[in-house]
């Protein structure tokens, strides 16, 4: 079946402006999240969702970073004025139900600000 | 705030040989999850490991799970250059509103070498 997809797969903007990043999970899959990695960061949790409910926004780096899921499946994560430091590849992952279960990862993001 | 550490972080070894990488976590847990990553690509799901003394293999891979140690090890054997990755450790403590969330190692970069 299929599996996590992400659009882009890159993306190159101009400092100030703003970026949206799509995930579809895998069908079927209640839980979605957004990691982002970057060379200085490691591996780096923004947000999780549960069904279209994100009860958790602490991970977000700054109010610049927002994230929406619909109908339970498609989830956009909206970064607006894009500065230099967000640069990083985006990375989403679903999984069956909340907690306890394998994580499935998307091809990933890659957005550079220049 | 809880700290996956793993080691070493930087591992070139010869075809045919073994090593363990480690996986050491602050807190108390009993889900903990291998990673490999191939350079521009993404996560790929290796080995899941849910309960104290899980031990799980695949081909020249072995990993194990001591969660009274807080420890997790990946035991390569007779490596060969496929193997060449990023091999990340997470964790899932399940508490709170982390609830699913993952909590990622830097990674190990192995290089395998003829």
């Known amino acids: 079946g299929a599996g996590v997809s992400q659009s882009p797969s890159n993306k190159v903007t101009e400092k100030g402006k703003d970026v949206e990043l799509r995930c579809d999970p895998i069908s079927g899959h209640t839980a979605l999240y957004w990691y982002r990695q970057s060379l200085g960061q490691g591996l780096e949790f923004l947000i999780y969702?549960?069904?279209?409910?994100?009860?958790?926004k602490s991970g977000l780096p700054s109010d610049r970073f927002s994230a929406e899921r619909t109908g339970g499946s498609v989830s956009t994560l909206t970064i607006q004025r894009t500065q230099q430091e967000d640069s990083a590849v985006y990375l989403c992952a679903s999984s069956l139900v909340l907690g306890g279960y394998e994580q499935y990862f998307g091809p990933g993001t890659r957005l550079t600000v220049t | 705030e809880l700290k996956v550490e793993q080691n070493p972080l930087f591992l070139s070894m010869q075809e045919g040989k073994n090593y363990t990488i480690y996986c050491n976590y602050s807190t108390t847990s009993d889900r903990l999850y291998w990673y490999r990553q191939d350079p521009g690509k993404s996560l790929e799901s290796l080995f899941v490991?849910?309960?104290?003394?899980a031990v799980k293999q695949e081909g020249r891979l072995m990993a194990s799970l001591d969660t009274k140690a807080r420890l997790s090890t990946l035991h390569i054997t007779a490596a060969v250059h496929d193997l060449s990755a990023t091999y990340f450790c997470a964790v899932d403590p399940d508490r709170g509103s982390t609830l699913g969330r993952l909590y990622f190692g830097r990674g190990t970069q192995l290089t395998v070498w003829p």
């Open positions: 490991l849910l309960s104290n003394g």
């Open positions: 969702f549960q069904g279209n409910s994100a009860p958790d």
